[in-house]
């Protein structure tokens, strides 16, 4: 009788990830130190860019939101991405993949520039 209570007590501190084993995520031990997807904002507003350059890792999405009362477009010089025309508090979001720098403007008004770079 002990000996099964021992291991069941075993199974549930293996299931609950305790005792030094770990979960796995596609036959890989995960790690509790995994990195999350990471996320940046960038506000229309006010006929600008804020920021106005940003500096991102590899993986990371871009979220631009129009705080403006009138609408604007997030489109790369290079044809990366393009937004749609944008509404007051509408957002378009894009995930760089590639490092590089990333030139961007509103097509409605094409003095409004930015830049994302991807390192």
Known sequence: MRKSVFIASVMVT????????????????????????????????????????????????????????????VVSTEKVFKSKVLDTDEKFSYTFTKPGEYPYFCSIHPKMTGKVVVQ
């Open 14 to 73: 293996a299931v609950m990830g305790l005792g030094g084993i770990q979960p796995k995520h596609n036959g890989i031990i995960a790690s509790a130190q995994e990195k999350t997807a990471s996320t940046a904002e960038v506000k229309i507003d006010n006929f600008s860019f804020g920021p106005a350059a940003i500096t991102i890792q590899v993986g990371t999405t871009v979220t631009w939101i129009n705080r403006d009362d009138i609408p604007h477009t």
